[in-house]
Structure formats: structure tokens, C-alpha cells
């Protein structure tokens, strides 16, 4: 079954410095992959998503991710954090018809 | 912005009490799905709903469980005799279809089981 894996539980940067969260997949059949983020007391909100065709998606808030299938990933970047990017992120990949299979989550910390 | 949104923000409850937690989808969607979050841990499925009957379910979601859409609006999800390891956040999702498309998230709503 289809499963993501996300390295790194918290993960630190300056105001301004690049942002990478990563994410693994596996997937015997080709993902759709989502990444999620979570602000404090709130639901998860849809940053972007990969279903077929361009490998390099866009998102909201400046965030983009690129699909490998190479290295099965689908790491998340931004080129500059800003104070209001702190918050948990969630990688996720389709499984079954409908259901998310959720990474564990990285914690970000935007440090001014 | 439509949202979907959840009540109660916090329920605790007894072991062995039953508990409803409930729901307010999106007006247009068509497939609801109930998630929770053990503290700590990871984000995981329990069921998806569409067209009145369950259309997926994990291991998790057993006898215990049930859901309902009792009205053209809300979405409920009930737990029959609350056990210790219940204790989580549940979030309620909607979308407008299956498959890949965006699935709205509420709150949450932390179920504490004493």
C-alpha cells in the first residue's frame, strides 16, 4: 500500500533563508501526493498537490514542491521563510479511492 | 470563504460513555471522511462517506464506530462505549469528489476519555 515518509520532525531556519521539508514516498502504482499545513488550533489546509503531468507544482504562499520518481520524493521548498510560515506540515499520499495516508509531520520554526 | 466546521472544540467524557462528535461540510460537497490524530502521532484515516453509505473504511473504524448524515447538513461521527486510547483529535474533511481532489479540513475536535 501506498505510504509517505517525512525526515525530520522539526526543522529550524532563519527569516529569509530557504525552506526544504522533505518527503519520501512508496507506491507501487503512480501517487498523487499532497502536502498539507497545519496552523495553530486550526484544520489542515491544502498547500499543493501532484497528480500527473508537471513533476514541479506551485502552491499557495510562495511553497513548491517537485515530484522524483527517481529518488521517490516530493520535497516541499520555499526560497524565503517568512515568520508566518511556522506551523506543521503534512506530506500525503492517496491511498485507496478516496483516503489520505499521512506522513508524521515536521514541526517549522521561522526564527527572526 | 465556505469552511467546515466542527462541534464541540472539546469533549470529555467518561470510558464507556458513548460520545457524538459532529460535522458541518462544505454546502456542495458530496464526500465526507472523518480523521483522527492520537497526541503526538500521526494523522490517520477512518471512513469515507458518499451518497448515504460508508465508501471506505480503515481497520481502525471497527464496531465502535458509526457515522450518519441525518440531515441535508450535518455529519456526525459516534463512538459507542469510549475507551482510554480514543482520546484524539478528530477531524472532519469534505470534498466535491472523490479521488485527488482537495479535501476541506475543520478544526478538530479533542476528544478527552477519562
Known amino acids: 500500500a501506498q505510504s509517505v515518509t517525512q525526515l525530520g520532525s522539526h526543522v529550524s531556519v532563519s527569516e529569509g533563508a530557504l525552506v526544504l521539508l522533505r518527503c519520501n514516498y512508496s507506491?507501487?502504482?503512480?501517487?498523487?501526493l499532497f502536502w498539507y499545513v497545519q496552523y495553530p488550533n486550526q484544520g489542515l489546509q491544502l498547500l499543493l498537490k501532484?497528480?500527473?503531468?508537471?513533476?514541479l507544482v506551485k502552491g499557495i504562499n510562495g511553497f513548491e514542491a517537485e515530484f522524483k520518481k527517481s529518488e521517490t520524493s516530493f520535497h516541499l521548498t520555499k526560497p524565503s521563510a517568512h515568520m508566518s510560515d511556522a506551523a506543521e506540515y503534512f506530506c500525503a499520499v492517496l491511498r485507496g479511492a478516496n483516503n489520505l495516508f499521512f506522513g508524521t509531520g515536521t514541526r517549522l520554526t521561522v526564527i527572526p | 470563504e465556505p469552511e467546515v466546521t466542527q462541534t464541540p472544540s472539546h469533549q470529555v467524557t467518561q470510558m464507556g460513555q458513548e460520545v457524538i462528535l459532529r460535522c458541518v461540510p462544505i454546502?456542495?460537497?458530496?464526500?465526507f471522511y472523518w480523521y483522527r490524530q492520537i497526541l503526538g502521532q500521526k494523522v490517520e484515516f477512518l471512513v469515507s462517506?458518499?451518497?448515504?453509505?460508508?465508501?471506505?473504511k480503515s481497520e481502525i473504524f471497527d464496531d465502535q464506530f458509526s457515522v450518519e448524515r441525518p440531515d441535508g447538513s450535518n455529519f456526525t461521527l459516534k463512538i459507542r462505549s469510549t475507551k482510554l486510547e480514543d482520546s484524539a483529535m478528530y477531524f472532519c474533511?469534505?470534498?466535491?469528489?472523490?479521488?485527488?481532489?482537495?479535501?476541506?479540513f475543520g478544526p478538530g475536535t479533542r476528544l478527552t476519555v477519562l
Open positions: 454546502s456542495n460537497h458530496l464526500y
Open positions: 501532484y497528480t500527473t503531468g508537471a513533476t
Open positions: 474533511a469534505s470534498s466535491t469528489s472523490g479521488g485527488n481532489n482537495e479535501q476541506f
Open positions: 507506491s507501487s502504482v503512480p501517487p498523487y
Open positions: 462517506f458518499y451518497n448515504n453509505e460508508i465508501s471506505e
